[in-house]
């Protein structure tokens, strides 16, 4: 027998059959329309060899020109996403650490920060990284990748540094106060309390809101397409097509390429939280790690 769910009701043989229907309804209704989508491509001529040879057939004679530019756009993609990556976690722990550690008044500086940065669309903190800087004299085109790439990952990195401050301090918040007087009472101080005890716990915590942030910092990578000349993986799809007149194809491999990237990035964290599991880290509760912090402390006061 299966288990009885706590969020519904199980259903009866009549319910189960009305969703079977309906299910089947929908599926064959879906069917018509990709049959009905796909037909009208094939009457435009979006299935030839003359469309997809350059993106899928070796002989053609564009095929290794677009690869070597998709190519160029995977790395260039990779590199900008890393480094923003890297600095938005940093500084968005720092931030998260310092909003935990200051007082009421002295934390609503970082308050604001936040809450400005998180409220600005993505694409006007790029514009402004790559544009604005650049205008009022700020130059970085002397650094390794140019001024493009560094306005990107600035734009990447406001924001994304304070969406990770506050997932990091959520982890934080989400520990039992035992946590952090455990640690205490075995000599720690504030700083090496929060450092050694409470942040790793937090990124364990929220490892997997972390990887999904990972995920749309790469995909925002793209965003920089509309503001200005750098070869990211977007930008070298509207190259390639412009050039081939193959935009549905292009942005089909395009998309795939994005996918594999994002389900690696994906799979990475679910192989992370499988390793976890299996030391006991995650499946155990936190308090289990309080007690632990707790321990000596007992042990000193009993003597």
């Given at each position: 027998m299966s288990e009885p769910s706590v969020l519904y009701d199980a259903q009866g043989p009549r319910a189960r059959r009305r969703t079977l229907i309906g299910t089947v309804v929908a599926l064959l209704l879906l069917a018509g329309l990709v049959f009905l989508a796909v037909r009208r491509l094939v009457d435009r001529?979006?299935?030839?060899?003359?469309?997809?040879?350059?993106?899928?057939?070796?002989?053609?004679?564009?095929?290794?020109?677009?690869?070597?530019?998709?190519?160029e756009g995977v790395v260039n993609t990779l590199k900008a996403a890393a480094v923003a990556m890297v600095l938005s976690i940093v500084l968005g722990t720092v931030i998260a650490v310092a909003r935990l550690s200051l007082g009421r008044v002295a934390r609503i500086p970082l308050i604001g920060l936040v809450e400005l940065f998180r409220g600005l669309p993505v694409v006007v903190l790029v514009y402004f990284g790559v544009r604005v800087i650049d205008d009022v004299g700020i130059d970085l085109s002397g650094w390794p990748g140019g001024q493009v790439f560094w306005g990107l990952v600035f734009g990447l990195t406001a924001y994304n540094m304070v969406v990770f401050a506050e997932v990091i301090r959520a982890g934080v918040a989400s520990l039992p106060r035992g946590q952090r007087e455990g640690a205490l009472?075995?000599?720690?101080?504030?700083?090496?309390?929060?450092?050694?005890?409470?942040?790793?716990?937090?990124?364990r915590v929220m490892l997997p809101a972390i990887i999904s942030q990972l995920v749309v910092v790469l995909k925002d990578t793209s965003l920089v397409t509309f503001v200005a000349n750098y070869d990211e993986l977007l930008s070298q799809g509207d190259t390639i097509q412009r050039n081939l007149d193959n935009p549905i194809q292009t942005y089909f491999v395009v998309a795939l390429i994005y996918i594999a990237i994002n389900y690696t990035l994906g799979r990475l964290a679910q192989y992370i939280q499988k390793r976890q599991a299996r030391s006991g880290r995650v499946s155990r509760p936190a308090a289990a790690t309080a007690a632990k912090a707790a321990g000596p402390a007992q042990v000193g006061g009993g003597a």
């Open positions: 001529g979006q299935f030839t060899m003359e469309k997809w040879g350059p993106l899928i057939d070796p002989d053609n004679e564009a095929f290794d020109a677009v690869w070597r530019l998709l190519r009472a075995t000599g720690l101080t504030d700083g090496q309390t929060m450092r050694i005890v409470l942040l790793p716990q937090a990124f």
